[in-house]
C-alpha cells in the first residue's frame, strides 16, 4: 500500500491513530513525501506488515506505531 502525499487535491499530512490497526492483510507500505505525522497505534496488530518505507517527511511517530 501507498500512502499518496495528495489525495482528490488534498494534501495528505498524516496517518491518524488507529487508521490501519488490525489490518490483516497489510504486508507493506510506502509513506510519500509530505505526510509529516504517523498516529498512535496507526499500524498496531498488523501481524502480515514486514516492510515500511517513511518519507525523510515525517518528523513525528506516536507511541505502539506497530
Excluded at 504486508?27 to 510519500?32: K, L
Excluded at 513525528?60 to 506497530?66: E, P, T
Amino acid at each position: 500500500m501507498v500512502i499518496p502525499s495528495v489525495i482528490e487535491e488534498l494534501p495528505v499530512t498524516s496517518i491518524g491513530k488507529f487508521a490501519f490497526s488490525g489490518s490483516r492483510n497489510l504486508e507493506s507500505i510506502t509513506i510519500s513525501e509530505g505526510v509529516t505525522s504517523i498516529g498512535d497505534h496507526s499500524f498496531f496488530f498488523c501481524a502480515s506488515l514486514s516492510s515500511i518505507l517513511i518519507s525523510d517527511s515525517v518528523v513525528s511517530i506516536g507511541d505502539n506505531v506497530l
